[in-house]
């Protein structure tokens, strides 16, 4: 009896310590679409818009803070949408913009604004 007891508190102890690891890593798990945004232009991008790439539409500004010259920040995803081609509009402190048109946020890590068009690696 005790030995049956001793196996089954060790194979659910076992078993829970197995489980949260998975949970914790998907609980970090980033977005393959996350992506970063790098200012290489003399102004500052004050809003930025990410919209699917079949959309007329660009929705809300993403951006809680500007992003100064030489910086970055970081795009998050939090939908369960499974597309990767978005446009991405920057829009810099003196009211011009730039759009990346056709971004591949599946394949891509930082997308670069120099104030005369963007670039994607």
């Not at 659910?12 to 798990?29: D, H, K, R, Y």
């Not at 010259?69 to 597309?83: A, E, V, W, Y």
């Not at 599946?106 to 068009?117: H, K």
Request: proline fraction near 1%; charge should be negative; aromatic fraction near 14%.
């Amino acid at each position: 009896m005790f030995s049956k007891l001793v196996r089954n508190t060790v194979l659910a102890t076992s078993l829970a310590f197995s489980i949260v690891p998975l949970a914790s890593q998907n609980a970090i798990a980033n977005d393959i679409r996350d992506f970063l945004v790098y200012n290489n232009n003399e102004l500052e991008i004050t809003q930025l818009y990410v919209s699917s790439a079949k959309s007329r539409y660009w929705g809300n500004n993403i951006l809680n803070s500007d992003i100064v010259n030489g910086s970055f920040d970081m795009i998050t995803f939090s939908n369960d949408s499974n597309q990767c081609t978005y446009d991405i509009k920057a829009i810099y402190s003196d009211g011009t913009y730039d759009i990346m048109r056709q971004a591949d946020l599946c394949s891509t890590y930082g997308i670069n604004f120099y104030g005369d068009g963007g670039d994607y690696r």
